[in-house]
């Protein structure tokens, strides 16, 4: 299986600030084209299911606001928060799906400062 | 617009069989493009994925769960199940219920999630 480790464990901003999240995955899930990296990111608000904000390491859902944004190749990727919003707090996730089991990072949560 | 909906009892006993069924509204589960499947999540804790199901019964289980676990697909009833056999106490978490990207070149990303439903494990 594919381990996936997040860092931060958690991350205080202050609002309007930014907010930089990394996840690192045991083997690379991006081989060959670039385009082809095969990570995700999702968002879980309090009391909330997840939500997919990113894939392909750096598309953006239709609707997710620009602020988010995915990079990284090979076994480094990063999700950037540019200007942090209070809506924003939450814990977000990083998926792989380039090899069964899809496995997913332990999660960052982010809070106000 | 897609909904997922999660139903199910809330609590069981060791080693009884947990059954979860997730009703699909607003899209049909007969979609080539996705698989139907569930991650749970351990009060507290991050997520895994449990398994999917494709509109033709073709499943995919992950392996860490030892064979416990079947998820099937009713199509006249646009609704998938799970079922997790000789649970523990380890086995408590949200369950939600999820669609699945897929295409010939494999699995991707989870669109769409339910809302999750609780399942308590204890004697």
């Known amino acids: 299986d594919i381990v996936m480790t997040q860092s931060p464990d958690s991350l205080d901003v202050s609002l309007g600030e930014r907010a930089t999240i990394h996840c690192k995955t045991s083997q690379s899930v991006s081989p060959g084209s670039y385009s082809r990296r095969h990570l995700a990111w999702y968002q879980q608000r309090p009391k909330q299911p997840p939500k997919l904000l990113i894939y392909w390491a750096s598309t953006r859902v239709s609707g997710v606001p620009d602020r988010f944004s995915g990079s990284g190749s090979g076994t480094d990727f990063t999700l950037t928060i540019s200007s942090l919003q209070a809506e924003d707090v939450a814990v977000y996730y990083c998926?792989?799906?380039?090899?069964?089991?899809?496995?997913f990072g332990g999660g960052t949560k982010v809070e106000i400062k | 617009q897609l909904q997922l909906q999660e139903s199910g009892p809330g609590l069981l006993k060791p080693s009884q069989t947990l059954s979860l069924t997730c009703t699909v509204s607003g899209s049909s589960i007969r979609s080539s493009s996705y698989y139907w499947g569930w991650i749970r999540q351990p009060p507290g804790k991050g997520l895994e994925w449990i398994g999917a199901?494709?509109?033709?019964?073709?499943?995919y289980d992950n392996p860490s769960l030892k064979s416990r676990v079947t998820v099937s697909v009713d199509t006249s009833k646009n609704q998938f199940s799970l079922e997790v056999i000789s649970v523990t106490a380890a086995d408590t978490g949200v369950y939600y219920c999820?669609?699945?990207?897929?295409?010939?070149?494999?699995?991707?990303?989870?669109?769409?999630w339910g809302q999750g439903t609780l399942v308590t494990v204890s004697s």
């Open positions: 199901v494709y509109y033709s019964g073709s499943t």
């Open positions: 999820v669609r699945l990207y897929h295409d010939s070149a494999g699995y991707y990303w989870f669109d769409s």
């Open positions: 998926q792989q799906y380039y090899t069964t089991p899809l496995t």
